[in-house]
């Protein structure tokens, strides 16, 4: 019964590559997001998605690509990596936009 | 740029003792506030939100708002070492952004 879960738990990759996150959540919330956690632990919104809809895209790379298919769904496509995109990657939900957000278990993503 | 500061730490008090994390913030027009936990290599985990200028109580924690000060607290009352994590603060940006800031988090240390 896990309320916001991701996969894969862990991704190492090489340069170059394309991978994806899936998350997932099961609370029936409006709204999720994804973060970034660097090592430095700053947490940072990527982007969130509001009933399917884009509603903030933050000024990351355009190698990250968004996809909701649906409202219990939110994945996180990212092209030629590079090895600044080695950080954690939290998916969230929260019931209504601008409201108390729930975190999946991060994906810890390592570019070599 | 908006910004939300915490001291890194670490916070080392002994158990049983009132644990005192504080956060300053500096868009002034932020109406809401949240305290999260996060333990190491785990995801956030949210403990309470707050709104209103004031104390709000819940269990061992009180979350402290000062807005003409632009300031957030967090105690803990009778510390345990199971509390003994990150405490990650985080304030709702103003002007319809919808999007969370977070401070880097402080680091709680409950020794026996």
């Known amino acids: 019964d896990t309320a916001v879960s991701q996969t894969p738990k862990y991704l190492v990759t090489q340069m170059g590559n394309d991978k994806s996150i899936k998350c997932e959540q099961n609370?029936?919330?409006?709204?999720m997001y994804w973060y970034k956690q660097d090592s430095k632990k700053f947490l940072k919104i990527m982007f969130s998605?509001?009933?399917?809809?884009?509603?903030i895209n933050e000024t990351v790379p355009n190698r990250f690509s968004p996809k909701s298919p649906d409202k219990a769904h939110l994945n996180l496509h990212i092209n030629s990596l590079e090895l600044g995109d080695s950080a954690v990657y939290f998916c969230?939900?929260?019931?209504?936009?601008?409201?108390?957000?729930?975190f999946g278990p991060g994906t810890r993503l390592t570019v070599l | 740029q908006k910004e939300v500061e915490q001291n890194s730490g670490p916070l080392s008090v002994p158990e049983g003792a009132i644990a005192s994390l504080n956060c300053t913030y500096s868009?002034?027009?932020?109406?809401?506030f949240f305290w999260y936990r996060q333990y190491s290599g785990k995801s956030p985990e949210l403990i309470m939100f707050?709104?209103?200028?004031g104390d709000k109580e819940d269990g061992r924690f009180t979350a402290q708002l000062n807005k003409a000060s632009q300031y957030v607290s967090l105690l803990i009352r009778d510390s345990q070492p199971s509390d003994s994590a990150t405490y990650l603060c985080?304030?709702?940006?103003?002007?319809?952004?919808?999007?969370?800031?977070f401070g880097a988090g402080t680091r709680l240390a409950v020794h026996p």
């Open positions: 609370l029936g919330h409006d709204t």
């Open positions: 707050i709104y209103s200028n």
């Open positions: 868009d002034r027009g932020s109406q809401s």
């Open positions: 985080a304030s709702l940006l103003s002007g319809g952004y919808n999007k969370l800031i």
């Open positions: 998605y509001n009933n399917k809809e884009l509603i």
């Open positions: 969230a939900s929260s019931q209504v936009l601008a409201g108390s957000q729930f």
